[in-house]
C-alpha cells in the first residue's frame, strides 16, 4: 500500500519549462500573425517561395440571391443572410468583378487592388423583367385588388411582371368593394406633383417646385439657382447643371465616399486604373476652383462626379430608396438606375421602358404612374415568384 | 491594547498599523499612501480600457497590433491554464481515491484537535444541519473536534437559536462544541463573515482551549464557509499534509470547492460561475506560491493566535487572513495545496433575475479582494524582513491578476473590434482593418476549445443525477460553457471594476452575505 499519494504537485520546474515554450510561441507567433493580417502571403509560385504583398477586395450586394466572380473566378459565397464579400488574397493589379443572378441584370466593374488595401465596392442588380405590385383603387371582401377597366382584360401591366393577384371588373358598382387607402395616398403623390410643376417651364424649375411639394418624401433639401438645382440626402447632392447631372459630397472630408477619391498619380496611371474618364476630371478639377480636387494623405478626392446619362435628355431624377450611392434617372426611353461610382465605368441598368409614365420616389418606394393605374416597382425580385 | 495581552502576538503583528482595513483608519503620511493605493487598481483598469479606446481612435494600427498579441496570449494563456486544470484533475482524482485515513495511521495525529468554525447569519437551518450532518459523516474521530457555531445577534435571537438546536441534536457527538453570538455593532469592525469569526476565536479561546488547556499548537483550525459539507477524509487528508509539510506551522491548508451541494438546481449561469470558480482554485492548487486563501480553509491554531486571529474590519477576509499570517511572519508563510475537494452551494435565487442579482453581488465581493493588493503593498513597504525579490513578485503578481481580471475581458469581447470601428479612414482602407475581427475570432474559437476540456471535467465533478432530473440536463451541462465568453464579462469584469471604482472613489464596501438556499 502507498504511504503517500503517488501524484505529485505540478513542479515548479515544469511550470517554468511549459511557460517559456509558451513563451516563445507567443514570440514566433505573433508577427507571422500580424504579417499575415496586413497582407503579406507565401507564394510558392514558380517553385519558389516567395512573401508577396496582397490586398483586398470588399463587394456589398443588394440582393441576397447573387453569385460574384473575381477574373471569372466565383467567390464562394458569404454566411447566410450576409450581403458583403470580403475576398482576400488578391494580387497588385486591375481586377474584373461580375455580379449576376438569375432573372437579374448583370453589374460588372474592373477595379485596381493594391497590397495592403481593400477596395470597397457596392454592386447592385436590377430585376431584367420589372416587377411590378399593382395598387388598386378598390379591394374585395377578400383582399384582393380590383381595378375597373372599360374592358375584362387582365393584361394591365404588360410590361412587366405582377407580384399579386388582382381582378378587372367593367361594372362601376362598387358598393361591395373596400376604398385602398394606398391608393390614395399614391394618388394624391401624384396630384400634388402634377399640380406644381403644370406652370413650369424647364427641368429645373420643376425639380425646385416638385421638391418643395414632395419635402416630406424624398428628404431633400430644394435650393433656388438660377442656373443649377439639386436634391440632396445624407450630405449627397445631385446636381443637375446644363443638363447634365452630377454626384456631389458636401458632408465633411473625413466622410466622404470612397469612390469619391483615387490614389494621386500621374494622369496615365489613373487613366490604367480607373478609366479615362477620371484620369480626365482629375486633371479638370485639379486647376478649378468652383470643383477644386482636395487632398487626404495618398489620395486625390474630387468635388463631384459626373453621373451617366446615356446621352439622353434627364426628365427627372431621385435618390434611390434607401441608397444614397444610387441615382435613379428617368430618361426619353424609360427609367434607369445608375450608380454614383464611376471608377471603370458607371453601371446603369433600366428598371421600366417607356417614355409615357409619371414616378415619384419616396424614401422607401418607387411610385410609377401609367395609362391612369398606379403600381410599385420593386427592385428585388420577391422569392415566390 | 496593553504590552501583555499582545505579548503572544509576532513582533509585526503588534504594529497599530497591522491589521488596517482602510486609509481611513491611517494618519499622515501613511493615510495618504494607502489611499493612492487604494486608487491605484482601478485607475489602471480604467486607463487600460480608455487607452484602447484613445488608441483605436487615435492610433489604431498599434491597436490593432496589440489586439492581435492579445487574442494569441489569450489562447496561450489559456492553454497555459487548462493544463494546469488537467493535472490538478488527475491529482484530484487520485487523492480522492486514496485511502487518508490508513495513510495517517502511520504518523503520529493522535494529538491534534481540530477547531472547526462555521459563521453563520440567517441561513436556513438545513444548511447548518447539512454542514454538520457532514462533520458527523467524516472518517475522523469526533472527539477531537471542536464545532463552533457562529451566530450573528443582528441576525436575530433565532439565528442564535438556530445553532442551539444544533447544539442539542449534535453537540454530543463531538469533543466540543460551542455556539457563539457575535455583538453587533462592535466599534471598528466591519460587520460580517470575518468579525463574526474573530470573536468566535477569542470566545472558544476562553471557553474551550484555555479552559481545557489545550495546547494551542495541537489545534488545527478550519474556517468553514456554513454551506460547506467535507468529503469523509476532509481530515484525515488534512492532517496528512500538515505532519508532512515543511511548515506546518507556518502554512495554510488549501481544499478545491466545488460549488456542487445544489449543482443540479442551479441554473445553467450559476453553474458556469460555480465551476469557473472551482476551476481558478484548481488551478491555484498548482501553483501554491502565487495563490492565497480561499473560502473554507485550514490552518494551525497556534499561526492564528500569533497574529490575534486576523482581521475583523475587511471584506474579503478569507484571503486577508494569509496576507496577515505572510506579512507577520516575514514572508514564511506557504500555501499547501490539498487536492481534495469540500462541496459547497452554487449561488442560486428564487428567481432567474435574482440568481443573477446574488451572482453579481457575490463575485463583486469576492473580486473586491482588490483591498488585499492595497493591504499586501503597503505592508511590503514597510516590512523589510521580507526579501525584496518576494516582495516585488507578489505585488506585481496580484496586481496583474486583478488587473487582468477586470481588463482582460472586455479587451477582448468588446474593445478587439474598437479599431474597426473607431479607427481612422486609412485604417479602415487596409486589408489590417478587415483582417483583424477574423482573425481574432478565429484564436477566441481556438481558446474556446479549453471549454471542451472545462466541460468534460466539470461533469466528472458533478454529484450523481437526482431522479427527478432527465438525463438531458447533461447535454444543457456540456453546452452551457459556451456562455463562458458572457459570464466572463458580465460576472468576472463588470463586478470586479464596480469593486475596483469603489475602492478608488473611497466608496468602501461592506460585507454582502451570499443567500445559501438547500431543497
Known amino acids: 500500500m502507498p504511504t503517500e499519494p503517488q501524484i505529485k504537485l505540478l513542479s515548479y520546474r515544469k511550470r517554468q519549462s511549459f ?96 497590397p495592403y488595401i481593400v477596395t470597397e465596392v457596392a454592386a447592385f442588380n436590377m430585376p431584367v423583367e420589372p416587377q411590378i405590385r399593382p395598387i388598386p383603387e378598390y379591394r374585395n371582401a377578400t383582399g384582393v385588388g380590383v381595378f375597373i377597366e372599360s374592358s375584362t382584360s387582365t393584361n394591365l401591366f404588360a410590361k412587366g411582371t405582377t407580384t399579386e393577384p388582382f381582378l378587372v371588373t ?216 | 491594547m496593553s504590552e501583555e495581552s499582545q505579548s503572544h502576538l509576532l513582533p509585526y503583528a503588534r504594529r497599530p498599523d497591522f491589521k488596517v482595513g482602510r486609509a481611513t483608519e491611517l494618519t499622515g503620511s501613511d493615510r495618504r499612501f494607502y489611499r493612492f493605493l487604494e486608487i491605484v487598481p482601478g485607475a489602471l483598469s480604467w486607463s487600460a480600457l480608455i487607452g484602447v479606446i484613445l488608441a483605436s481612435i487615435y492610433f489604431p494600427f498599434w491597436a490593432a497590433y496589440f489586439i492581435i498579441a492579445f487574442a494569441i496570449y489569450w489562447v496561450l494563456k489559456t492553454i497555459f491554464l487548462s493544463y494546469h486544470v488537467r493535472y490538478n484533475w488527475k491529482r484530484l482524482k487520485h487523492h480522492m481515491q486514496l485511502d487518508w485515513q490508513m495513510l495517517v495511521s502511520a504518523l503520529p495525529y493522535q494529538k491534534f484537535h481540530h477547531l472547526i468554525i462555521f459563521p453563520y447569519y440567517s441561513e436556513p437551518v438545513e444548511v447548518l444541519e447539512e454542514a454538520l450532518r457532514g462533520l458527523t459523516a467524516a472518517k475522523y474521530d469526533l472527539k477531537k473536534m471542536i464545532v463552533v457555531l457562529a451566530a450573528e445577534e443582528r441576525a436575530g435571537e433565532g439565528a442564535v437559536a438556530q445553532g442551539h438546536a444544533m447544539q442539542e441534536k449534535y453537540g454530543h457527538m463531538f469533543g466540543h462544541f460551542l455556539v457563539s453570538a457575535h455583538p453587533a455593532d462592535i466599534p471598528g469592525e466591519l460587520a460580517g463573515k470575518g468579525s463574526n469569526t474573530h470573536h468566535a476565536l477569542h470566545q472558544v479561546h476562553t471557553e474551550i482551549i484555555a479552559a481545557n488547556n489545550i495546547p494551542n ?20 487528508c488534512l492532517m496528512w499534509h500538515f505532519l508532512n509539510s515543511e511548515h506546518p506551522y507556518k502554512s495554510a491548508f488549501q481544499p478545491v470547492p466545488l460549488f456542487n451541494n445544489n449543482l443540479w438546481e442551479a441554473p445553467a449561469l450559476s453553474r458556469v460561475m460555480a465551476m469557473s470558480s472551482t476551476f481558478w482554485q484548481m488551478i491555484m492548487q498548482e501553483r501554491p506560491d502565487k495563490s492565497a486563501t480561499f473560502s473554507s480553509h485550514s490552518v494551525s491554531y497556534q499561526a492564528l493566535y500569533e497574529i490575534g486571529y486576523g482581521q475583523a474590519n475587511v471584506v474579503s477576509e478569507d484571503s486577508r487572513i494569509y496576507w496577515n499570517l505572510l506579512i507577520a511572519n516575514d514572508g514564511v508563510f506557504d500555501i499547501v495545496p490539498l487536492s481534495y475537494p469540500i462541496s459547497m452551494d452554487a449561488t442560486i435565487a428564487p428567481t432567474f433575475f435574482g440568481t443573477i442579482k446574488n451572482i453579481y453581488k457575490q463575485h463583486r465581493r469576492w473580486t473586491y479582494g482588490v483591498e488585499n493588493w492595497v493591504y499586501i503593498t503597503f505592508h511590503f513597504t514597510k516590512n523589510k524582513n521580507i526579501p525584496l525579490k518576494k516582495r516585488l513578485a507578489i505585488a506585481a503578481l496580484q496586481g496583474e491578476g486583478y488587473w487582468s481580471l477586470v481588463t482582460n475581458p472586455i479587451m477582448l469581447f468588446i474593445l478587439g473590434w474598437a479599431p474597426i470601428f473607431l479607427g481612422t479612414r486609412e485604417f479602415h482602407e487596409t486589408v489590417l482593418s478587415y483582417e483583424l475581427p477574423i482573425m481574432v475570432r478565429n484564436l477566441l474559437i481556438i481558446a474556446m476549445i479549453g471549454l471542451v476540456i472545462s466541460s468534460i471535467i466539470s461533469l466528472s465533478l458533478t454529484p450523481p443525477r437526482p431522479e427527478k432530473y432527465s438525463r438531458f440536463k447533461y447535454v444543457v451541462m456540456v453546452l452551457q460553457w459556451i456562455m463562458v465568453p458572457i459570464t466572463m464579462i458580465i460576472f468576472s469584469a463588470l463586478p470586479g471594476l464596480d469593486a475596483q471604482t469603489r475602492l478608488m472613489f473611497g466608496r468602501y464596501m461592506g460585507f454582502w452575505v451570499t443567500p445559501k438556499r438547500v431543497k
Request: aromatic fraction near 14%; charge should be negative.
Open chain 1, 19 to 114: 511557460f517559456f515554450l509558451l513563451l516563445a510561441i507567443f514570440l514566433v507567433t505573433l508577427p507571422i500573425f500580424i504579417f499575415y493580417t496586413s497582407g503579406y502571403r507565401l507564394s510558392f509560385e514558380n517553385e519558389e517561395t516567395t512573401i508577396v504583398t496582397t490586398g483586398g477586395i470588399y463587394i456589398t450586394t443588394n440582393n441576397l440571391d447573387v453569385d460574384v466572380y473575381l477574373d471569372e473566378v466565383q467567390v464562394d459565397r458569404p454566411r447566410l443572410f450576409r450581403s458583403a464579400y470580403y475576398i482576400q488574397n488578391i494580387e497588385n493589379g486591375v481586377h474584373r468583378l461580375v455580379v449576376q443572378g438569375n432573372g437579374l441584370q448583370t453589374w460588372v466593374k474592373e477595379l485596381p487592388v493594391d
Open chain 2, 217 to 236: 499548537e495541537d489545534i488545527i483550525t478550519s474556517i468553514f464557509d456554513v454551506d460547506t459539507v467535507i468529503y469523509p477524509d476532509y481530515f484525515n
Open chain 1, 170 to 385: 367593367t361594372t362601376t358598382a362598387t358598393g361591395t368593394l373596400t376604398a385602398n387607402t394606398e391608393f390614395d395616398f399614391v394618388m394624391s403623390l401624384f396630384t400634388e406633383m402634377a399640380s406644381s410643376t403644370a406652370a413650369s417651364s424647364t427641368l429645373v424649375d420643376r425639380i425646385e417646385t416638385q421638391l418643395e411639394q414632395f419635402r416630406f418624401a424624398t428628404s431633400s433639401v430644394p435650393v433656388a439657382s438660377t442656373t443649377e438645382a439639386f436634391i440632396e440626402r445624407n450630405n449627397m447632392r445631385i446636381v443637375l447643371r446644363e443638363n447634365e447631372l452630377y454626384a456631389r459630397w458636401v458632408g465633411s472630408e473625413n466622410t466622404v465616399p470612397h469612390y469619391f477619391c483615387v490614389f494621386d498619380a500621374a494622369t496615365s496611371t489613373l487613366a490604367t486604373r480607373y478609366g479615362e474618364h477620371v484620369a480626365l476630371q482629375v486633371d479638370t478639377q485639379r486647376l478649378s476652383t468652383t470643383t477644386p480636387l482636395w487632398f487626404a494623405n495618398t489620395r486625390a478626392c474630387r468635388s463631384e462626379i459626373k453621373l451617366d446619362r446615356k446621352w439622353q435628355t434627364v426628365d427627372s431624377f431621385f435618390f434611390f430608396p434607401d441608397v444614397n450611392d444610387l441615382v435613379i434617372l428617368k430618361l426619353e426611353d424609360g427609367l434607369y438606375v445608375t450608380e454614383i461610382d464611376d471608377r471603370a465605368w458607371q453601371n446603369t441598368q433600366k428598371i421600366y421602358e417607356g417614355d409615357d409614365f409619371e414616378v415619384v420616389v419616396t424614401d422607401d418606394n418607387i411610385y410609377v404612374e401609367e395609362d391612369g393605374r398606379y403600381f410599385e416597382l420593386l427592385t428585388t425580385i420577391e422569392a415566390d415568384n
